[in-house]
């Protein structure tokens, strides 16, 4: 097979969660630890950090990937669901994986698929293993996919793991409560395997120490630890923004230039400088000039795209992949700030998202452009027009991603705001993105 042979056995063959929803989702570690089994435990073979959570976890990865690359590491990047091409999942220092090392990957190991009938996601995981151990890289950054306790990056014993923040997602594969859900999450926290927790919810807080005491692993909720806040409000079109760190128990206070801009993306960093710091109690050499540098020059170095993304000035052209209750509460918070005229909002969802809370919370002063990403799990644009109209928020139906950009881009003034968002895929087929 060819590399799109490949993708698209793999895409037709095993189901995909990202494009088919429940459909595609497979509880359980059984046949990922089969493949590695298999394959010879490639998953014992590289150092790594595993990240969960519902919101910046993506974010953290790639903030930590980058700062491990500027400390001089060879560092390999798991990350899900990819944007525009399938090879975004799996990096090595900031690169993507070779094409060519999937289609031979793939040929290899098609019998033993036939054989454990593994999910596309299990299959991606063993990928990203296999090319992890093969690379030796010095350590891997390891973004669960959904959940934790049963995902398939879930077979490693990390140096350390993250779990940055719990709100409401994916309730009908993890759970209708907050509890519920975070524990879920904490399923990575493993024997004696140092965790750190982004953010000190009241809510959940239990959940992890329970957890942690129960498998006597050291807990750390990292906003205790350092305290962020914007040292100067960026301006509208700016790509990096000044955060003031303050180190909780020396007192100490730097200022630290962050290459992303989202207002949440504070929320992030203590967890990042936690992390950070356990990797060098256990021998890590990271210089504070390369935690400078990988938090500065994280898009540069993983490739990162689609967390407030500038795409283009007047007018002002923002992508943002928030897609759920948490995530759009702080991207309207932030769109509330921003000087305009008037704002175009670009809108998409999946049709399994509680749709309705998120469009409470979206401004009824915009003008909306609804569409639908090319996926299964896409919610029809008319339907999406139809909840949002009760909902006090008027717009037209756009069908296509690109149609609707572009027409929201024609009405636009120059002292006008362009957002666009409601889903990850709706952001991945922006043609302003690549």
């Given at each position: 097979?060819?590399?799109?042979?490949?993708l698209a056995?793999?895409?037709?063959?095993?189901?995909?969660?990202?494009?088919v929803?429940?459909?595609?989702?497979?509880?359980?570690l059984?046949?990922?630890?089969?493949?590695?089994?298999?394959?010879?435990h490639p998953?014992?073979?590289?150092?790594?950090v595993?990240?969960?959570?519902?919101?910046?976890?993506?974010?953290?990865?790639?903030l930590l990937?980058a700062?491990?690359?500027?400390a001089?590491?060879?560092?390999?990047?798991?990350?899900?669901?990819h944007?525009?091409?399938?090879?975004e999942?799996?990096?090595?220092?900031?690169?993507?994986?070779?094409?060519d090392?999937?289609?031979?990957?793939?040929?290899?190991?098609?019998p033993?698929?036939?054989?454990?009938?593994?999910?596309?996601?299990?299959?991606?995981?063993?990928l990203a293993?296999?090319?992890?151990?093969?690379?030796?890289?010095d350590?891997?950054?390891?973004?669960?996919?959904?959940?934790?306790?049963?995902?398939?990056?879930?077979?490693?014993?990390?140096?350390?793991?993250?779990?940055?923040?719990?709100?409401?997602?994916?309730?009908n594969?993890?759970?209708?409560t907050?509890?519920?859900?975070a524990?879920?999450?904490?399923?990575i926290?493993?024997?004696?395997?140092?965790?750190?927790?982004?953010?000190?919810?009241?809510?959940?807080?239990?959940?992890?120490?329970q957890?942690?005491?129960?498998?006597?692993?050291?807990l750390?909720?990292?906003?205790?630890?350092?305290?962020?806040?914007?040292?100067?409000?960026?301006?509208?079109?700016a790509?990096?923004?000044?955060?003031?760190v303050?180190?909780q128990?020396?007192?100490?206070t730097?200022t630290?230039?962050l290459g992303?801009?989202?207002?949440?993306?504070?929320?992030n960093?203590?967890?990042?400088?936690?992390?950070?710091?356990?990797l060098?109690?256990?021998?890590?050499?990271?210089?504070?000039t390369?935690?400078?540098?990988?938090?500065?020059?994280?898009?540069?170095?993983?490739?990162?795209?689609?967390?407030?993304?500038?795409?283009?000035?007047r007018?002002?052209?923002?992508?943002?992949?928030?897609?759920?209750?948490a995530?759009?509460?702080f991207?309207?918070?932030?769109l509330?700030?921003?000087p305009?005229?008037?704002?175009?909002?670009?809108?998409?969802?999946?049709?399994d998202?509680?749709v309705?809370?998120?469009?409470?919370?979206?401004?009824?002063?915009?003008t909306?452009?609804f569409?639908q990403a090319?996926?299964?799990?896409?919610?029809?644009?008319?339907e999406l027009?139809e909840?949002?109209?009760?909902l006090?928020?008027?717009?037209?139906v756009?069908?296509?991603?690109?149609?609707?950009?572009?027409?929201?881009?024609a009405?636009a003034?120059?002292?006008d705001?362009v957002?666009?968002?409601?889903?990850?895929f709706?952001?991945?087929?922006?043609?302003e993105?690549?």
């Amino acid at each position: 097979m060819n590399y799109a042979e490949t993708l698209a056995y793999l895409y037709d063959q095993l189901p995909m969660f990202q494009r088919v929803g429940a459909a595609g989702f497979k509880a359980g570690l059984g046949n990922t630890l089969a493949l590695a089994e298999t394959m010879g435990h490639p998953e014992r073979q590289f150092r790594a950090v595993h990240v969960a959570g519902t919101n910046g976890k993506g974010s953290s990865s790639n903030l930590l990937a980058a700062t491990l690359q500027a400390a001089g590491y060879k560092v390999g990047l798991y990350t899900s669901p990819h944007l525009r091409e399938f090879t975004e999942r799996i990096k090595l220092n900031g690169q993507d994986l070779d094409p060519d090392y999937l289609v031979q990957w793939v040929g290899k190991w098609r019998p033993l698929f036939a054989q454990v009938q593994p999910s596309f996601f299990e299959m991606c995981v063993a990928l990203a293993y296999s090319y992890f151990a093969e690379q030796q890289v010095d350590i891997a950054v390891v973004e669960v996919g959904l959940g934790g306790r049963l995902d398939s990056t879930n077979i490693i014993t990390p140096l350390v793991s993250l779990i940055t923040n719990i709100s409401y997602d994916h309730q009908n594969l993890l759970g209708d409560t907050l509890p519920l859900i975070a524990g879920e999450k904490a399923g990575i926290i493993k024997p004696q395997v140092p965790v750190v927790v982004s953010q000190t919810q009241p809510e959940v807080q239990a959940v992890f120490e329970q957890k942690a005491r129960e498998v006597q692993a050291p807990l750390q909720f990292a906003d205790q630890l350092y305290h962020t806040a914007l040292a100067e409000p960026p301006a509208p079109d700016a790509e990096t923004q000044l955060l003031t760190v303050t180190n909780q128990r020396t007192a100490e206070t730097q200022t630290l230039e962050l290459g992303l801009v989202g207002d949440y993306q504070r929320l992030n960093v203590p967890g990042v400088l936690a992390v950070l710091d356990e990797l060098r109690r256990q021998g890590v050499s990271i210089t504070e000039t390369a935690v400078r540098e990988g938090l500065r020059d994280v898009r540069r170095l993983t490739g990162f795209r689609g967390r407030w993304t500038i795409l283009g000035r007047r007018p002002l052209l923002i992508c943002d992949t928030g897609h759920n209750e948490a995530g759009i509460r702080f991207i309207t918070a932030q769109l509330a700030r921003l000087p305009y005229q008037q704002l175009h909002f670009v809108l998409g969802t999946v049709n399994d998202k509680d749709v309705t809370k998120m469009l409470a919370l979206l401004p009824t002063t915009a003008t909306y452009y609804f569409c639908q990403a090319n996926i299964p799990r896409a919610l029809p644009a008319t339907e999406l027009a139809e909840r949002a109209a009760a909902l006090g928020l008027q717009g037209r139906v756009y069908g296509t991603v690109p149609v609707a950009v572009a027409a929201a881009r024609a009405a636009a003034g120059p002292a006008d705001v362009v957002f666009i968002g409601g889903s990850t895929f709706v952001v991945a087929e922006i043609e302003e993105l690549y």
